[in-house]
Every structure is written in C-alpha cells, then in structure tokens.
C-alpha cells in the first residue's frame, strides 16, 4: 500500500467530482505512481487555483513506518509529499498503532484530523505545518507524542490552531511539540509529565493549565514555565484527599488551600 507497516498500511482516497469557481465539474482522480500519491485534475484547461481538495483516509494494522523530510536519510519520504496540497481531511482509521514520522506534515489544507484509539504514538513531525488545523482531539489511548509534532516555522505562523485536548497518560512533552502555536488559546496539561523538552512552548499563545501537587507542575517550575493552576473539585468520601491512606491534619491543609484558591 502506500503506506506501509507492520500489517500493510496503506493510503486511500475517493474520486470525486470538483466544483469549480468558473462554475464547470471536473473529475478529480488520485493515483499512485512512482512511489508516491499523485493528484489530478482531469478536464481542466485552466489548471489553476483553486485547488480540489480530498480527504484521506489510512487504514489497517498496526504501525505505519516513520518518514523523513528531505534526502539526507535512508528513510523515504512521505508518500503524500506530492500531494499534501490537496488534503482536506485526515482519518486514521481503527487498527492504526502508532502514526508515522512526518507523514502528515505540510499538509497546509487541512482543517480536520480523526485519531482513533488504537493509536499509542504520533510521530515526530506528524503534523507540522498543518496551519488550517483549528483543534486536535487525541484520545487517551496516546502514550507518546514526538518532537516538533505540532510545530509552526515562522513561515506559517498565521496558523489557526486554537485547541488542542491531550491524553492523561502521557509522561514527556517533547522538544518544539507546540512551538510556534501563536492562536492556540489553553492547553490543560495532564498529572503525570516528568519530562518537557527545549522550546516546547516557544512562541506560543496558549495559557498552560496544571493541577495543584502534581508531576507536572514541579516540571512545569523546574524549567521556569508559566502556568496557571487549576482549581479542581475536591471530593473525597472519608477525607483522605491527599490519599495517603488515612485521614489527618494534612488533608485539612490541604482543603484550606484549595478554599483559598
């Protein structure tokens, strides 16, 4: 398939009839060729703007392989290198574990990506450069998100990225994950991050949120990051809402804090 991996992933998308601005149809076609997608117009003597676009949809088992920008590895190029200025829409289909370095990345028309949760993994660079992208749901069942997955060069920085909802499971943020982010209005971090990597949230907007006593907020503070706290619902049946085991003077304190916030 076009995407390959552990289990033959492969890429598809529809033929569809385009409506023009001249107001003609044309058939537009995807074909594979020469290792890579390629996009075409059929019966368009003007072959101008605006561009067709499409959705695409990767389905099957398990990993897709990682890919790379440029020449200077033995890894290949994307296989929607050719054709990224035509994609309207991303679908990962169930099945997927883990999305691609790079695969996704200028993929500049895109304003839509569905993620299911069989995928554990976005690659470094998956999404770089995706500036018609508004929001980015990514399900629980992520564990790991790479470097730059998200990043914005000084090229796009009128990016539309505005949300963006992590997974509570993961532990790192990689480096330039959401560098660049100018319009990305908050992001809640989840509980247990250890790790935040190099200009991870250079040029961005967003107002990071954290809770209170959390892994998260002492690395938040260990790598000098702005923050605000978020005040949480306490509930706690017996008491023990630091969950030490037993009801004390620390749970009190703790509840006064939380009052006082």
Request: aromatic share 10%; with cysteine; proline share 4%.
């Amino acid at each position: 398939g076009l995407f390959t991996g552990a289990d033959d992933v492969y890429c598809k998308a529809a033929e569809k009839k385009v409506d023009i601005v001249s107001g003609r149809t044309y058939d537009f076609r995807i074909q594979y060729a020469d290792g890579r997608l390629k996009a075409y117009l059929y019966n368009n003597p003007l072959d101008s703007e605006p561009y067709p676009l499409f959705d695409v949809f990767v389905s099957g088992k398990g990993d897709m392989i990682n890919y790379v920008l440029g020449s200077d590895s033995d890894l290949p190029n994307s296989p929607l290198t050719d054709a990224s200025g035509y994609i309207k829409k991303i679908v990962i289909e169930d099945g997927i574990t883990s999305i691609g370095d790079w695969a996704f990345s200028y993929c500049i028309y895109a304003d839509e990506v569905v993620i299911p949760d069989s995928v554990t993994r976005i690659g470094n660079g998956a999404f770089s450069e995706c500036e018609s992208l508004k929001e980015i749901q990514i399900p629980d069942s992520v564990e790991s998100i790479g470097e730059y997955a998200f990043y914005f060069s000084q090229y796009h920085e009128d990016n539309l990225l505005e949300s963006v909802k992590l997974p509570k499971n993961i532990t790192s943020i990689g480096e330039g994950t959401f560098r660049g982010c100018k319009n990305l209005k908050g992001i809640t971090l989840p509980d247990n991050i250890i790790s935040i990597g190099k200009e991870a949230f250079l040029n961005c907007s967003a107002e990071i949120k954290v809770n209170d006593n959390t892994e998260t907020l002492k690395c938040l503070k260990e790598n000098n990051i702005e923050y605000t706290l978020l005040k949480n619902e306490i509930s706690s049946p017996n008491g023990d809402i630091n969950k030490d085991g037993s009801f004390s003077i620390a749970d009190v304190v703790l509840f006064q804090k939380w009052l006082l916030n």
